[in-house]
């Protein structure tokens, strides 16, 4: 089974940046695809970026496109999202969440309903 611990999350000024990881473990991560997903008071669960097992394949919201960048290494078994020019609605509770060959594409990827494993979750507040 696998696990998965999020960091990096924190408060910061409204145009800044916050790196965030995620650590997995239990089972090999380049057999993993990695998504990142927020949850912002009082609203539903919604999609920010994955990436694919490999890396080469990546995919974010519209809302964060050119200002968010999803990353790993699975040598490190590690994912990452580095998010920059930060928005007070922005703020949220990021989770990272890992499916199991799925098929690369915005709409399969972008179901939080493919993730079968989910990390405890790391807030994020954007003060403006």
């Known amino acids: 089974q696998v696990q998965l611990v999020e960091s990096g999350g924190g408060l910061v000024q409204a145009g800044g940046s916050l790196r965030l990881s995620c650590a997995a473990s239990g089972r090999t991560f380049s057999t993993i695809d990695m998504g990142w997903f927020r949850q912002a008071p009082g609203k539903e669960r919604e999609f920010v970026s994955a990436?694919?097992?490999?890396?080469?394949?990546?995919f974010y919201a519209d809302d964060v496109k050119g200002r968010f960048a999803v990353s790993r290494d699975n040598a490190k078994n590690s994912v990452y999202l580095l998010m920059n020019s930060l928005k007070p609605e922005d703020t949220a509770v990021y989770y990272c969440?890992?499916?199991?060959?799925?098929?690369?594409?915005?709409?399969?990827?972008?179901?939080?309903?493919?993730?079968?494993?989910w990390g405890q979750g790391t807030q994020v507040t954007v003060s403006s």
């Open positions: 990436i694919s097992r490999s890396g080469d394949i990546t």
């Open positions: 969440a890992a499916a199991f060959f799925i098929p690369h594409n915005i709409v399969t990827m972008s179901q939080s309903g493919n993730f079968g494993v």
